[in-house]
Structures are given as structure tokens and as C-alpha cells.
């Protein structure tokens, strides 16, 4: 009894190269394929801090303002507006 036939071989063949290929042309075109699937979007997370094990801190920006996500176990999340979000350019 054989463990894999040529029928079967060829098409397991066939989907692990074009798993790979897929898999190099996601690398290579990260940037431009992550900033496609961001744009439009008005909610975005800034930066995530684990505060514990299932404690965290999050900051989230929504259109031009950021806020701040607290999350504690056994308690209601916490939101605390903070600054208008500012560029690279206007952080000084």
C-alpha cells in the first residue's frame, strides 16, 4: 500500500508552490499592500502596552483625536480623551 500516489502528489505540488508564491509576493509588497488596506478607515490603533496578563493599555485614534483604552480584568473599560493627533512635522 502506497502512503501517496502521483494523483495526489501533483496537485499537493501545484498548491504548495502557489502557497509560496503567494507567500513571496505578500513580502515583497507589504508596504504598499498595507497602507491599501488602511486607507478609508477613520479608527486605527496607535500603540497597545500589556499592562498584565489580561490588563492592557491601548491608544487609538479616530479621525484627529487619540484616545486612550484602558482594560482591566474584572472592570469596565476606562476612556480618557487625550490630544488632537498630530503629525511628524507638529510633534515638537
Known amino acids: 500500500m502506497e502512503l501517496l500516489r502521483p494523483d495526489q502528489i501533483i496537485p499537493l505540488a501545484v498548491f504548495l508552490a502557489a502557497l509560496g508564491a503567494l507567500w513571496v509576493y505578500v513580502l515583497r509588497n507589504r508596504e504598499r499592500l498595507s497602507a491599501r488596506m488602511g486607507r478609508g478607515r477613520r479608527l486605527r490603533v496607535v500603540e497597545t502596552a500589556a499592562l498584565g496578563p489580561a490588563d492592557r493599555a491601548m491608544i487609538l485614534s479616530l479621525d484627529d483625536r487619540e484616545f486612550l483604552i484602558v482594560k482591566l480584568k474584572g472592570a469596565a473599560p476606562m ?4 490630544r488632537a493627533a498630530h503629525g511628524p512635522e507638529e510633534a515638537a
Request: net charge neutral.
Open 79 to 82: 476612556l480618557h480623551p487625550l
